[in-house]
């Protein structure tokens, strides 16, 4: 029930773009996106809903394709602090909620 | 920031022994969450509470309970401590669930937790 997330890893120059995505094998409701530096706590980036509700956050947007529950994550023009491990959660029926296993973004100058 | 505190944020124990972690908040949120985080598993929900002694399991209950007798805290205990909880435990908090689903969880800083 846990949604797998792909890449697990990922090393971005500056500037370059990067798609993180996250698949379920269930119908969802939604999904969020969470995002976790090095020793630090989980914080909340975005939620997408069902109906196709986008919302984006600076450079960082995303998608849900409810049809296929999956979503991706988009980050354009990437920056140093863009580095982190980047979670997905879904919410399915009866408000099952499960985080993904991260990825992992690493940018280099 | 959400005002979410967790204690301690480190701690060292012998397998066997009991442990108990709090998390304190001030948002005065519904909904309150354990979560242990281990590498290649991301974040497990361990039990959850949607209010003042309402509690439930999460995907990985098994060695841990929860208490709630106030809205600002939630205990979780580890009655027998193994070294396969070696982890670290977020607490997270929300508003809880409305019509348009989860609300956004805000995750406190953390609990590192050595079982020898």
């Known amino acids: 029930q846990q949604p797998v997330q792909s890449p697990q890893a990922v090393i971005l120059r500056e500037g370059e773009d990067a798609v993180i995505n996250c698949s379920s094998s269930?119908?969802?409701?939604?999904v969020h996106w969470y995002r976790q530096k090095h020793g630090e706590a989980p914080v909340f980036l975005m939620i997408l809903l069902k109906g196709g509700e986008q919302k984006g956050h600076d450079k960082i947007s995303a998608s849900f394709n409810e049809k296929k529950q999956q979503s991706s994550l988009y980050l354009t023009a990437s920056q140093l602090s863009y580095s982190g491990t980047y979670f997905c959660?879904?919410?399915?029926?009866?408000?099952?909620?499960?985080f993904g296993t991260g990825t992992s973004l690493t940018v280099i100058p | 920031d959400a005002g979410i505190t967790q204690s301690p944020r480190h701690k060292v124990t012998e397998t066997g022994t009991p442990v108990t972690l709090r998390c304190h908040q001030t948002e005065n949120h519904r909904y309150m969450y354990w979560y242990r985080q281990d590498p290649g598993h991301g974040l497990r929900l361990i039990h959850y509470?949607?209010?003042?002694?309402?509690?439930d399991k999460g995907e990985v209950s098994d060695g841990y309970s929860v208490s709630r007798s106030k809205t600002e805290d939630f205990l979780l205990t580890l009655e027998s401590a193994t070294s396969s909880q070696t982890s670290v435990y977020f607490c997270?908090?929300?508003?809880?669930?409305?019509?348009?689903?989860?609300?956004?969880?805000?995750f406190g800083p953390g609990t590192r937790l050595l079982v020898l």
């Open positions: 269930k119908a969802l409701y939604s």
């Open positions: 997270a908090i929300s508003e809880g669930v409305t019509t348009t689903g989860t609300e956004t969880q805000y």
């Open positions: 959660g879904t919410e399915s029926v009866g408000n099952q909620f499960y």
């Open positions: 509470s949607y209010g003042v002694k309402d509690t």
